[in-house]
C-alpha cells in the first residue's frame, strides 16, 4: 500500500454530480469520493511514466486532512458530537441513545428506516447544535471508546478551509461574447488554509503492477536497441 500527499496551491472544487444550471450557485463538496484521488493518482502516473494502472488499482483510503504542524491526521467529525449553541468555549457535547420514549417524540410513531432503532438524542439542560468539523486521530480513539474527545482534538470547518465565490458568464468561446441575459453563475470554492494538506493510501494488485513495470523497462530496452541499428 502507497502513501499519497497532495498539498494544493490554489482553490478547490469537488462536484457532488448533481446538475448544476445558469443562475444557480455551485457549492463544492468535502469529503470528496475517493475516486477523485484515485484519477488524479492514475493520471501523474501515466503521464509520468505511461503506466496504466487503473486495472490493477484495488482500493482507496482517504482522503483525510493533514496538518503539517501538527502532523496530525483529521477525519470528518462524528455526526453525533455536538456543541453548546452561541458559546464561544467550544464545549463538547455527545448525543447518547436510549432505548426508550422521549418526552417530545416516540421513535415508533416517526418515519425513520426500519434498520435504525432509535435516534441519538442529547440529554441536557443546555442548547446545543451540530456542526461542520474535523476529528483527529487521537480524538476519533476516544469517541470509538465511548468517551468525550478533548475539544482541542476538533476543529470546525473554518478552521481548515476559507471560502471563495466567484462569478462567471456563460460564452461563446468561438467570438468570445455573451450567449444569452441568464448566462451568470457563481461557484463556491475551497481553498485550504497554510499548513494543511491530504493524505490517502491506495493499494495496487503487487503482482500486476510487477508485469507492468517488467514490460515497460522492456519497452524502453528494445526502443533504445532499435535507435542504436
Not at 476559507?162 to 448566462?183: F, L, P
Request: aromatic share 16%; net charge positive; charged share 30%.
Amino acid at each position: 500500500m502507497l502513501k499519497f500527499k497532495i498539498k494544493p496551491y490554489d482553490v478547490l472544487f469537488f462536484g457532488s454530480g448533481k446538475p448544476f444550471n445558469l443562475g444557480d450557485t455551485a457549492r463544492s463538496i468535502f469529503p470528496p469520493f475517493p475516486h477523485t484521488f484515485a484519477g488524479a493518482i492514475c493520471s501523474k502516473i501515466y503521464w509520468k511514466y505511461k503506466i496504466d494502472i487503473t486495472k490493477i488499482l484495488k482500493d482507496v483510503y482517504g482522503p483525510f486532512l493533514y496538518n503539517e504542524k501538527d502532523k496530525k491526521i483529521y477525519f470528518p467529525k462524528p455526526a453525533d458530537i455536538y456543541t453548546e449553541k452561541k458559546e464561544k468555549d467550544d464545549k463538547i457535547y455527545l448525543l447518547k441513545f436510549k432505548n426508550e420514549n422521549h418526552k417530545l417524540f416516540n421513535p415508533k410513531n416517526t418515519n425513520k428506516p426500519n434498520p435504525i432503532e432509535n435516534f441519538a438524542v442529547y440529554f441536557g439542560d443546555k442548547e446545543v447544535e451540530g456542526f461542520e468539523g474535523f476529528i483527529s486521530q487521537d480524538g476519533l480513539k476516544e469517541w470509538l471508546n465511548g468517551k468525550i474527545p478533548d475539544k482541542n482534538e476538533i476543529l470546525k470547518f473554518g478552521d481548515v478551509f476559507e471560502h471563495e465565490n466567484r462569478v462567471g458568464i456563460k460564452q461563446e468561446m468561438s467570438y468570445h461574447t455573451v450567449v444569452q441575459e441568464d448566462g451568470l453563475y457563481r461557484i463556491d470554492f475551497l481553498r485550504l488554509k497554510d499548513n494543511w494538506s491530504f493524505v490517502f493510501w491506495v493499494d495496487f494488485d503487487d503482482n500486476e503492477l510487477k508485469k507492468l513495470v517488467l514490460m515497460k523497462i522492456k519497452f524502453l530496452i528494445s526502443l533504445i536497441k532499435n535507435q542504436k541499428h
